[in-house]
T-cell receptor
Framework: KAGVTQTPRYLIKTRGQQVTLSCSPI?????VSWYQQTPGQGLQFLFE???????NKGNFPGRFSGRQFSNSRSEMNVSTLELGDSALYLC????????????????FGPGTRLTVL | TQLLEQSPQFLSIQEGENLTVYCNSS?????LQWYRQEPGEGPVLLVT?????EVKKLKRLTFQFGDARKDSSLHITAAQPGDTGLYLC???????????FGTGTRLQVFP
């Protein structure tokens, strides 16, 4: 069974631009979560989608948005990029929603490394 | 707001040594997971602990969940260079619908 794939793996953008990252979950998984990982803040939760609906959102500005398609693939978009948005963006998929007391196991992709100049 | 503190932040040891990594919270976990992340890869789940006092073993790795379910530890016996990586704990809590990750422990094992 293929794992979680993320494209592109590397991106270089300049301040003010926007970027779209893509995530293809494991076949059959309906939940996709996005995380931002930086050396200073660690792994921070961005949002989770389940069956095309955003069911949870972290504490990030509105410049960060996402969506999920009917085939469970997900995209996240960052508009008006800032230097501080440079990070590794990780996507994780699970069969059922991952959070909460009885959350399902998440499987992570390799990430997209975004550099903002 | 739940916070997960991991210690130490960095650990650099020789092959064959033992080590312990800690994960602490001020809130009670409903469950806790440990992940290992290698350079250029996403985190990979090692174990999930649910019951207070629970101990789980994965080859040379021993995971313990505190009796009060506010802390957990990961002990590695006879560390090997292949154990090198970032170790992350992630907690699920009763009053939030998302996983909270600790800041991680970066382990380097030298041959």
């Amino acid at each position: 069974k293929a794992g979680v794939t993320q494209t592109p793996r590397y991106l270089i953008k300049t301040r003010g631009q926007q970027v779209t990252l893509s995530c293809s979950p494991i076949s059959g998984h309906r939940s996709v979560s996005w995380y931002q990982q930086t050396p200073g803040q660690g792994l921070q939760f961005l949002f989770e989608y389940f069956s095309e609906t955003q069911r949870n959102k972290g504490n990030f500005p509105g410049r960060f948005s996402g969506r999920q398609f009917s085939n469970s693939r997900s995209e996240m978009n960052v508009s008006t990029l800032e230097l501080g948005d440079s990070a590794l963006y990780l996507c994780a998929s699970s069969l059922a929603p991952s959070g909460g007391p009885v959350g399902d196991t998440q499987y992570f992709g390799p990430g997209t490394r975004l550099t903002v100049l | 707001t739940q916070l997960l503190e991991q210690s130490p932040q960095f650990l650099s040891i020789q092959e064959g040594e033992n080590l312990t990594v800690y994960c602490n919270s001020s809130s009670v976990f409903s469950s806790l997971q440990w992940y290992r992340q290698e350079p250029g890869e996403g985190p990979v789940l090692l174990v999930t602990v649910v019951t207070g006092g629970e101990v789980k073993k994965l080859k040379r790795l021993t995971f313990q969940f505190g009796d009060a379910r506010k802390d957990s530890s990961l002990h590695i016996t006879a560390a090997q260079p292949g154990d090198t990586g970032l170790y992350l704990c992630a907690g699920a809590f009763y009053n939030t619908d998302k996983l909270i990750f600790g800041t991680g422990t970066r382990l380097q094992v030298f041959p």
